[in-house]
């Protein structure tokens, strides 16, 4: 029972989507309904993310865990944002401008250094596996691909060099779309599969 | 003891004697013209002086019994072959005929051989009148014989601790080592099956004084009894196991407290404690694997016509030599069970390498071209101005969207979707806030609408840069693509269903909109809006801004037209002034930065730090 209740669930409910889909005029408002179970139920397990956060972070302090310095600080930010959030509103203008003034220069760094650690492991990567099939490649594509974003080479105008340039920067639109396909194809595979209820991903 | 012999009548007193003897037992007279041996070719006088020393050994011979003396051809071809040895050169052909056929064969047949050599010599000798009787009893103990040595090699093979007949292997190999007594105990008891109270006295007349009754140690002995029962005759082996001499007196000590006694082996050894040299052995030459053989006791009857002295010497030596194959085996098992303990205790605990500290080497290499990275930037970012004027060719994406904006009328509506992070606000601002102008300056309707949290307060950012004086207030729509889904459904407004939506209150709705202008770092949510959303929306148009990193993912959606035109990174708006906020001197100096580390890390010791590579698969 423990086993097949979450699979009647899940099944019904995937067809009822599906069904609602095909049958929008008539089915439409009872799919509105279900949407937004589901809308109210990841809003819930947002919350559980968060208790469990804090509680996790709560141990680690009281517990006096190596590094918990760094735990100290995110329940210390995680109350304040939330008092405040609770007192001025989050609407405030101050209230915003103060959390976007913290935010963006932090995520901004943390994006910034994605370049960095790029370019140390990819030397790593090099140096690692020695000269293959693989490293030698990527290092070559690496290389074209930042001399051609350079754009000097655009600037010689010389009409096959000009092809030649159309069709290397063409080369990671035919590996974008064969990754469309390829999602497209797994998610249909996914999709039969939850419903015949071979892929359990609400199981343990 | 006279029934079966041929008797002779002394010519003096008329009484019986024995058909071989020279004088009268009763008067003493000389019978010697009488003596004569059946079949003996007469030679002339001088081989009339036969061996004396051969006789007592033939006479020996003769008056035993065959049923009671079960090697007595072997006995008897050896005593005449000591009897020729010592006599000198002279012997009978058929005594040469018998050696040569002796040399000849080998092991058991060659035991066999010697047994029916003095069959024959029996037969030559005995009556005509007995010889059939005796000739088939002959013939049975030699079959007899015979079976009892394939016996014994098959214990060989597969040694045990017992036999089929009961014989202990400690006694088997006794029995090997001393052949003659082995003879002497199967004389005492023609019956081959051994009871507790025969194998005492045998341990008693082996241990001499070292013999402790078996009663004595009952207890230990019933326990130790037990277990060759449970394991079905498994050998054991580490009684009589001594890996020195000290091993061995403390083996012969705790030998007496089982069942299985290595009495014989001490005994053995104690005969000549100095002799048996397991002090002196050494490294074992031979092969540990190598069975038990009686190489070396027929060895000792390979040497009997050597002095007393020298032969007793020489068994001594073969004795000795045999003991030392036996222990020298023992041991090589012995090391082989020792092995596989240590293995067996190991076996679970981590390897010593992985307990071992780990002393990594320091490499600063890399912390030290990041640095160089990052100041190098920094400097580019400092010095080097920001607008300078760098001419890049628009894109088709970028020149449509252009098109598209500019064709709009001020009586259309916009919805601006915006869905990134605050890492991404900077180059999406600068695309964006150009377009809301644009909006702005035709006087257009546009509602901005964020599916994140954060997306309040990154567009009050936003709405700053594009310098708006009353900007419309975000609206922010919980549950992702569930509620873009949920909006893009139309539901009937007459049912009461319609009364249950939980986010109605102020939540714009797609039909009032004619375009929609998507403002993401992610393609996912590009998609999630194309497939989930415009497909129940096919009156809205789409359009994008999308970071630079993601902009090749959703040009397919571009080609096929579910995007009517799309701006990324630094193909922004054209005749903005800017592109997109990017810094272009310091974006070229990046990527020239990044040539250089690839060219380096290529070039620079490759493979210095390569690691061996998986047997199989292997993460690429």
Known sequence: MKKILPLIVAISSALFVIVGIFFKESLSGWLSVVLNWAIVLSSVALLVVLARLLITHIGYITSGRQGFIYSLVAVFAFLFTLIAGFLAGIDNPAYLKWIAGILRPLETALLGLVAIVMASMSIKFLRERGWNALTISFTISAFIFLILGLGLVQAIDYAPLKQVIRAIEGLPMIGARGLLIGVALGAILMGMRVLIGAERPYDD | ?620
Request: proline share 6%; glycine share 6%.
């Open chain 2, 1 to 620: 003891m006279t029934d079966g012999l041929n008797m002779q009548k002394c010519p003096k007193c008329g009484k019986d004697n024995l058909a071989h003897m020279t004088h009268c037992v009763h008067c003493g007279t000389a019978m010697e013209d009488l003596f004569h041996f059946d079949g003996q070719i007469e030679t002339p006088e001088s081989s009339n002086e036969e061996p004396i020393a051969a006789l007592p050994f033939i006479f020996d011979e003769m008056q035993s019994t065959p049923q009671s003396d079960d090697d007595s051809p072997s006995r008897d071809s050896s005593a005449e072959k000591k009897a020729t040895d010592e006599d000198g050169s002279q012997s009978p052909d058929w005594l040469e005929r018998v050696r040569e056929r002796v040399r000849a064969e080998d092991d058991a047949s060659g035991l066999l051989t010697k047994g029916l050599s003095a069959l024959q010599e029996r037969l030559e000798s005995d009556e005509k009148g007995d010889a059939e009787s005796q000739y088939q009893a002959w013939l049975d103990e030699i079959r007899e014989k015979a079976e009892r040595e394939k016996a014994k090699q098959a214990e060989r093979l597969q040694p045990s601790p017992l036999d089929e007949q009961g014989v202990p292997e400690w006694l088997r190999r006794i029995r090997a080592l001393h052949p003659d007594a082995d003879e002497g105990v199967e004389e005492l008891k023609t019956e081959d099956e051994w009871t507790e109270e025969e194998l005492e006295e045998l341990r008693r007349r082996e241990l001499g004084d070292d013999y402790v009754p078996n009663h004595m140690n009952e207890q230990t002995a019933e326990d130790d009894t037990d277990e060759p029962e449970e394991d079905d005759f498994e050998p054991d082996i580490e009684h009589n196991i001594p890996e020195d001499y000290e091993d061995l007196t403390t083996a012969e000590a705790q030998s007496r407290k089982s069942k299985v006694s290595p009495a014989p082996i001490d005994e053995a050894l104690d005969n000549s404690p100095e002799e048996t040299g397991f002090v002196m052995m050494g490294e074992p030459k031979l092969d540990p694997d190598e069975v038990f053989d009686t190489k070396a006791v027929e060895a000792l009857l390979a040497q009997s016509d050597q002095s007393p002295p020298a032969r007793k010497k020489a068994s001594r030596d073969a004795e000795k030599e045999a003991i030392l194959q036996d222990l020298v085996i023992l041991r090589g098992q012995h090391e082989k069970v020792a092995l596989l303990k240590a293995l067996i205790s190991e076996e679970g605990r981590p390897l010593p390498s992985s307990g071992e500290i780990k002393t990594k080497k320091r490499n600063h290499s890399r912390l030290i071209i990041g640095l160089a990275f990052i100041l190098v930037l920094l400097f580019s970012i400092i010095f080097i101005p920001k607008n300078m004027s760098h001419k890049t060719p628009i894109s088709v994406p970028q020149e449509r969207f252009t098109l598209h904006l500019d064709a709009m009328d001020a009586n259309k509506s916009l919805l601006l979707v915006m869905s990134y992070s605050a890492a991404s606000a900077t180059e999406l601002e600068a695309l964006t806030a150009p377009v809301i102008q644009a909006l702005e300056d035709k006087g257009l309707s546009w509602q901005a609408m964020t599916l994140r949290m954060d997306g309040l307060w990154l567009a009050e950012s936003l709405f700053e840069k594009a310098d708006l004086k009353n900007p419309p207030a975000p609206v922010f729509l919980s549950g992702g693509q569930y509620a873009m889904l949920n909006l893009a459904i139309k539901p009937d407004d007459q049912t009461e269903l319609e009364e249950q939506k939980v986010l109605k209150e102020g939540m714009p709705k797609f039909d009032d909109f004619d375009y929609v202008l998507l403002v993401t770092d992610s393609s996912l949510s590009v998609r999630g809006w194309l497939e989930q959303v415009a497909v129940n929306q096919p009156s809205i148009n789409t359009f994008a801004i999308i970071s630079q990193k993601e902009a090749v993912a959703i040009q397919p959606y571009f080609d096929s037209g579910q995007i009517l035109a799309y701006l990324s990174g630094m193909q922004g708006l054209a005749g903005a002034g800017s592109y997109a906020g990017i810094h272009q001197s310091v974006f070229h100096v990046g990527l020239i930065l990044m040539i250089l580390l690839l060219i380096l890390g290529f070039l620079l010791r490759p493979g210095s730090d390569e690691q061996p590579k998986p047997e199989t698969g292997g993460q690429a």
